[in-house]
């Protein structure tokens, strides 16, 4: 039940401009029920549906856009590997893929970080093994029309890959006080599929079910490299890493990453404003039984998927979040917004893992 699109554009890198807009500026092509393997797509084989008598010109190509075009009925992942081509496109010369076996084996305990494609600054996704040692939770804080979103799912992983199932986008509740659980609207949508070549570089393939949202596939790394043949970060380090949240206000919630050994922390906060989705994001060091993160940021302008761009990216200060462990599992989380931030309000909240760990007894 799966289509693979190839598009070939002259210009814009949209790939609906060639079917919602009407615009002339590149061709498609198909692969229907693909199965595992390598295909070769003849350029009498691309057309433009708007125009069929189009005769494109194959040296204007300014960028190749590979999509899943459909899904219905089809069960298990749909990756697209490397793309080479026979002769030049464009200005281009024909470049061979890489060795086919390019994977390092990473083990659980090395994927947890917080993840960037350089190219695609002020957006990225989070990823933490929780206190079970088992359950990993992937938050993606992304855009949409030049606002911001979030989605999150949980998956289990094997043998350098993970598929989220079941990510989530959320809406519908409000800031601090007035946020109601009862508020929170809950929507599929879609997956999203990991697979590492090692413990820093992974790939990310985005399947949305909702409208709005493209397919896209990144190579993404870690913002603070890890040392893949070293011992990772360690244990009292590990044990503030997770998703914590207040079951009385379920539908928000914070994740922290461990950046590599470096001691550093990443906290994402998924909340709302107005009914819509909120995320911050900043960092901090543990000190004692507090870690604080005094530089967190709120942001706006960039859009999902291939029309992202980084220069769009608005970055304003936003306050403080510091939070105070009980145990490994339970903290406080003390929120004060810089005065400036007049749209949000002070408070604190109680949370706890969403997944337990087993804490030290001394």
């Not at 010369?93 to 190219?119: C, H, K, M, R, W």
């Not at 339970?330 to 087993?358: C, D, H, M, W, Y």
């Amino acid at each position: 039940g799966a289509v693979i699109v190839m598009f070939l554009i002259d210009g814009s890198v949209n790939p609906s401009d060639l079917i919602l807009t009407g615009e002339v500026n590149g061709v498609i092509a198909f692969i229907e029920n693909p199965a595992p393997g390598t295909y070769t797509l003849p350029v009498n084989q691309f057309l433009n549906p708007l125009n069929f008598s189009l005769d494109f010109d194959t040296n204007s190509v300014s960028n190749i856009v590979l999509a899943v075009g459909y899904e219905q009925g089809f069960e298990g992942t749909v990756r697209i590997g490397s793309v080479r081509t026979t002769s030049p496109i464009g200005d281009g010369v024909p470049i061979d893929p890489p060795p086919p076996d390019t994977q390092e084996p990473v083990t659980l305990d090395q994927i947890s970080g917080t993840y960037f494609n350089a190219g695609r600054d002020g957006e990225g996704c989070q990823l933490t093994l929780e206190g079970d040692g088992e359950t990993v939770v992937l938050t993606c804080y992304i855009y949409l029309g030049g606002e911001q979103a979030w989605i999150i799912g949980a998956g289990n992983y094997a043998d350098n890959e993970i598929t989220f199932s079941n990510m989530t986008l959320t809406g519908g509740a409000d800031w601090g006080a007035a946020f109601d659980a009862g508020d929170v609207v809950r929507t599929p949508w879609g997956s999203v599929s990991m697979t590492w070549n090692n413990c820093n570089d992974a790939s990310l393939t985005f399947a949305p079910s909702v409208p709005g949202f493209l397919p896209a596939t990144l190579e993404v790394t870690k913002v603070t490299q890890s040392n893949c043949d070293g011992a990772g970060p360690g244990p009292a380090i590990l044990l503030n890493q997770g998703t914590l949240f207040d079951p009385a206000r379920d539908g928000e919630g914070f994740q922290l990453a461990v950046q590599g050994e470096s001691g550093i922390y990443v906290l994402t906060w998924y909340t709302y404003l107005d009914g819509a989705q909120v995320w911050l994001i900043g960092t901090g060091i543990q000190d004692g039984s507090r870690i604080v993160f005094d530089d967190l940021v709120i942001t706006r302008g960039g859009e999902f998927g291939p029309l992202f761009n980084p220069d769009d990216i608005e970055r304003t200060p936003w306050g403080s979040l510091v939070l105070e462990y009980s145990d490994c599992n339970n903290a406080t989380a003390t929120i004060t917004p810089l005065a400036g931030q007049s749209a949000f309000s002070g408070f604190e909240v109680a949370v706890r893992k969403l997944v337990q760990g087993t804490c030290p007894t001394n």
